[in-house]
Nanobody
Framework: QVQLVESGGGLVQAGDSLRLSCTAF????????VGWFRQAPGKEREFVIA????????SSAASVLDRFTISRDNAKNTVFLQMNSLKPEDTAAYYC??????????????????WGQGTQVTVSS
């Protein structure tokens, strides 16, 4: 069992930056691929970005390419999502998730076994 806790959400203006954290409790965190998803009101939860078990490789959605980066510190059981140049359309609840599927193929919610409770990010124009 892995418990995930997100933090760092908030209200920012367009163009600002924000860093989210996802801290894991439980099983060996370094065994898991970690992904970030987001869900806006009335929309389906969508893939944002993922990182491999050792942090050496990442994959991201086209909508956040060159704006969002993901990193991890396995010694601290934490994954970070750095979001730059935020846009109003980035407004959503952001969720981190952990799973065992290869990071380059883990784009769907069903590819992950554990989920955090989410943290809200609101970007005003």
């Amino acid at each position: 069992q892995v418990q995930l806790v997100e933090s760092g959400g908030g209200l920012v203006q367009a163009g600002d930056s924000l860093r989210l954290s996802c801290t894991a409790f439980g099983r060996t965190f370094s065994n898991y691929v970690v992904g970030w998803f987001r869900q806006a009101p009335g929309k389906e939860r969508e893939f944002v970005i993922a990182i491999s078990e050792n942090g050496g490789s990442t994959s991201s959605a086209a909508s956040v390419l060159d704006r969002f980066t993901i990193s991890r510190d396995n010694a601290k059981n934490t994954v970070f999502l750095q979001m730059n140049s935020l846009k109003p359309e980035d407004t959503a609840a952001y969720y981190c998730a952990a799973g065992l599927k290869h990071y380059s193929r883990a784009y769907h919610t069903g590819d992950y076994d554990y989920w955090g409770q989410g943290t809200q990010v609101t970007v005003s124009s």
